[in-house]
């Protein structure tokens, strides 16, 4: 009995503690919980991986501060070290970049020069954009040494680095990993992804051994959220911390709202009509000066959009970015005598020309994901063509790009970011040069001059940043003058954030959102 007593006195005692240390520890483990540093963030564009080598998908990495360049264009437009804490340029084929000491992947693995020689080779060999292949004579690397020598000269080196598709990626793990790393790539940003849902978004925590030091914020919750609307309610609510690109009509709202701060301005994405020159009526530069001035261009950017009238392919906050007048104002009158010049007449009076016997109607394509100031702005073309005797059919579709391949269009409703590391040779070779194409987007429109290529050519072997600027300049005004394409406006660029986070900053390319400057205001 006695023996029994004690025994059942000792368990009792025991389950006491035992209740008591787990309670204490779920507190504890609790109290960690709230003290955890958590910004919730929005997303508006997400694709099926957040491989930096898959199309454009690296721009979701540099966005929520996972991935990083060798260097990296700044707030201001400048070129700033990142992963490499400088770099020269030998001669004009070769450039030597030292890797920053103290850099680590997410995985612990220190970054040297060898580990980004496998990163740049691993993209240049494995992405599927066309664009980005330049011209590699040969990388070496030796300790913290890195160095390029391109085959021929090429002055747009570090502008080409600056590009997502180039953040530096543990390319072993990567090899390890196979298909996994697609959903939870190694880099060596401020965060690390934990978890990647093409449907809901990325959860990500703190690189402890970041190169800046240990990051303020312990995770990030970057939600997908692709409806403007609904990203100004969560931010209204509470909900978020940040988003970007809310819609102009909301923002007067968001501004009034004590608890929120809104950064706005120009950035770099101009949105176009891309031409088919295909198309036998397009051919002739007459025809389509006749539609650029059927068109009212500036309603479509500040009434629709809500974006800034276009005066050509470049922002004015470029340095090669057009000044001066548009070259094409709204005049339907000359719109109407240059058709009449010729020769497409109303013959059966129907209210629509004809071209070879058959009325004029074109063709409008615009994608789903586009939204819905595509669809009002060919609504808007279709009442402005048909004032001058041009039919116009508008048409949304799923599978865009490959529409857009096949040169299923007149019009096709694009945007471009023209200058994504401030030079102007990209946007012009990419979108404009005889023959270029990439991955559904490229010169769909088979657009054709001599003039821009050879200007394209000379540009590549061009270094002085001026004259660059200036062949720039040359080669937007040849695109207006041939009326290459319609470019309508550029957008208006915002992001705003909760005022109980911190060290948020606008950046003009937009590749760029949060950082390791991110924290919780004191």
């Known amino acids: 009995m006695q023996r029994n007593s004690f025994l059942a006195g000792f368990l009792a005692a025991a389950l006491a503690f035992a209740t008591t240390g787990a309670t204490g520890a779920t507190r504890a483990l609790a109290a960690d919980a709230a ?119 090429y002055p747009t080196l570090l502008n080409m680095l600056a590009d997502t598709v180039f953040i530096i990626v543990d390319a072993e793990a990567a090899k390890q990993a196979g298909p996994d790393f697609k959903f939870k790539p190694i880099c060596t940003g401020a965060f690390k992804v934990e978890s990647f849902s093409p449907q809901t978004g990325l959860v990500l925590s703190a690189h402890q051994a970041h190169w800046k030091g240990k990051p303020k914020v312990d995770r990030v919750n970057a939600k997908y959220i692709s409806d403007a609307k609904s990203r100004s309610m969560a931010l209204q609510s509470g909900e978020l911390d940040f988003a970007a690109q809310i819609m102009p009509a909301d923002l007067p709202i968001l501004q009034k709202d004590p608890k929120l701060q809104v950064l706005s301005g120009p950035n770099l994405r101009i949105f176009l009509l891309r031409i088919n020159m295909a198309h036998p009526i397009m051919h002739d530069p007459a025809f389509r000066q006749a539609l650029h001035y059927a068109i009212q261009k500036d309603v479509y950017a500040e009434k629709i959009a809500h974006g800034i009238p276009a005066r050509g392919p470049f922002s004015e906050v470029l340095d090669f970015g057009h000044r001066g007048a548009d070259s094409y104002p709204y005049n339907p009158e000359k719109a109407k005598a240059l058709l009449d010049q010729l020769g497409y007449r109303d013959s059966n009076g129907d209210g629509i020309r004809e071209f ?53 269009f007149d019009f096709l409703y694009e945007r471009w970011t023209s200058a994504p590391a401030v030079d102007p040779q990209y946007f012009l070779d990419s979108a404009f040069k005889t023959g270029s194409s990439s991955l559904g987007a490229g010169n769909v429109g088979r657009y054709s001059n001599k003039d821009l290529d050879a200007l394209i050519d000379e540009m590549s072997t061009v270094s002085d940043k001026e004259k660059r600027n200036e062949l720039g300049r040359k080669g937007a005004q040849i695109l207006m003058d041939d009326v290459a394409a319609i470019f309508l406006f550029y957008q208006t660029g915002n992001v705003v954030y909760n005022k109980r986070i911190d060290g948020i900053h606008r950046f003009v390319s937009e590749i760029y959102y949060i950082d390791d400057r991110l924290k919780l205001a004191q």
């Open 35 to 153: 003290q955890e540093k958590t910004v919730n963030m929005a997303i508006f564009w997400l694709d099926g991986d957040i491989d930096p080598i898959s199309a454009w998908h690296g721009w979701t990495l540099t966005r929520t501060g996972v991935g990083e360049n060798l260097v990296q264009v700044d707030e201001n437009l400048q070129f700033k070290p990142s992963i490499a804490e400088k770099w020269e340029q030998t001669d004009e084929r070769t450039t030597r970049f030292i890797i920053r000491d103290g850099v680590t992947f997410h995985n612990g693995r220190t970054v040297d020069a060898a580990a980004c020689k496998a990163s740049l080779e691993r993209a240049l060999n494995e992405s599927d954009r066309a664009d980005i292949k330049f011209p590699v004579e040969s990388i070496s690397a030796e300790g913290r040494v890195l160095t390029i020598k391109t085959k021929q000269a």
């Open 356 to 408: 070879q016997g058959k009325n004029i109607v074109l063709q409008y394509l615009y994608a789903t994901n586009h939204g819905a100031e595509a669809k009002n702005i060919g609504i808007a073309m279709q009442q402005d063509l048909k004032k001058v005797g041009i039919g116009l059919e508008t048409q949304q579709m799923e599978n865009y790009a490959s529409a857009a391949q096949a040169g299923k």
